[in-house]
């Protein structure tokens, strides 16, 4: 362990971005606690040669807590993908993650896209994605 987080940091990366996929999907099940102790260990690996430390494969209002605690692991924020289709109906998605967030001292909100960002700027998101107002649709 540790040879692969070296390697990054060879190239010149200030921070890695933790693989959390395995953790969530194993919370509330028996490997929970394995998968746990993979994601510090691989934390700790990164620190080990000074990398900051991202997260954020699947991690929901349920598993992200138990992740705050993990040393070097800055929780910033929340995302959310609404469904899609009419804006005004996301608004009460966009609504619960603010306030998730808020109550959680979470200053980020991600949420908001090229067909529903100027809702999600109303109701306090601090990052919207609006690639496809920028470069068009995508090249399927």
């Known amino acids: 362990r540790?040879?692969?987080?070296?390697?990054?940091?060879g190239l010149g990366a200030d921070r890695v971005e933790l693989y959390t996929g395995p953790f969530a999907w194993a919370f509330g099940?028996?490997?929970q606690e394995a998968r746990?102790?993979?994601v510090f260990a691989s934390a700790a690996a990164a620190r080990e040669v000074g990398l900051g430390l991202n997260a954020g494969h699947d991690l929901d209002r349920h598993n992200l807590?138990?992740?705050?605690?993990?040393?070097?692991?800055?929780?910033?924020g929340l995302m959310t993908m609404p469904p899609f289709g009419d804006p005004?109906?996301?608004r009460p998605h966009f609504r619960a993650l603010r306030r998730l967030a808020e109550?959680?001292?979470?200053?980020?909100?991600?949420?908001?896209?090229t067909d529903d960002f100027?809702?999600?700027i109303e109701e306090g998101a601090t990052l919207v994605r609006v690639g496809r107002s920028i470069f068009g649709e995508r090249q399927r």
């Open 36 to 38: 746990t102790e993979e």
């Open 65 to 76: 807590l138990a992740l705050r605690d993990l040393p070097g692991l800055r929780v910033v």
């Open 2 to 9: 540790g040879e692969r987080e070296a390697r990054v940091r």
């Open 103 to 113: 109550a959680h001292g979470l200053p980020g909100l991600s949420m908001g896209t």
């Open 118 to 120: 100027e809702v999600a």
């Open 29 to 31: 099940t028996p490997q």
């Open 88 to 90: 005004e109906a996301a």
